[in-house]
């Protein structure tokens, strides 16, 4: 069974950092491109970040380039976004998303084919 489990989110104050995680069993990583979405409440899910599945290509929303970077270590099946100088905009449930086109490398949500169920990312004093 194809799984996506993300982990990392949290309570944090503004400039703080967090790490979030998605692991993924029940199929190879390494096939995959993964984004990282998010969803505040009554606003509609944005991209965030992107990485295709050899991990040469990444892609960042306007909002969170040069605070957010995303990685993957497909030996571990898991990816990584890094979250900088966070900011009480950045609260939201975060998610990743798997696609089985590898060589993708896009924020559009319907490009994804499986999404993990999410993590509460809370930014404030």
């Known amino acids: 069974q194809l799984q996506l489990v993300e982990s990392g989110g949290g309570l944090v104050q503004p400039g703080g950092s967090l790490r979030l995680s998605c692991a993924a069993s029940?199929?190879?990583?390494?096939?995959?491109?993964i984004g990282w979405f998010r969803q505040a409440p009554g606003k509609e899910r944005e991209g965030v970040s992107s990485?295709?599945?050899?991990?040469?290509?990444?892609n960042y929303a306007d909002s969170v380039k040069g605070r957010f970077t995303i990685s993957r270590d497909n030996a571990k099946k898991t990816v990584y976004l890094q979250m900088n100088s966070l900011k009480p905009e950045d609260t939201a449930v975060y998610y990743c998303?798997?696609?089985?086109?590898?060589?993708?490398?896009?924020?559009?949500?319907?490009?994804?084919?499986?999404w993990g169920q999410g993590t509460q990312v809370t930014v404030s004093a």
């Open positions: 990485i295709t599945s050899s991990g040469i290509s990444t």
């Open positions: 029940g199929f190879t990583l390494d096939d995959y491109a």
């Open positions: 998303a798997a696609a089985s086109r590898g060589w993708i490398n896009t924020l559009i949500p319907e490009a994804y084919d499986y």
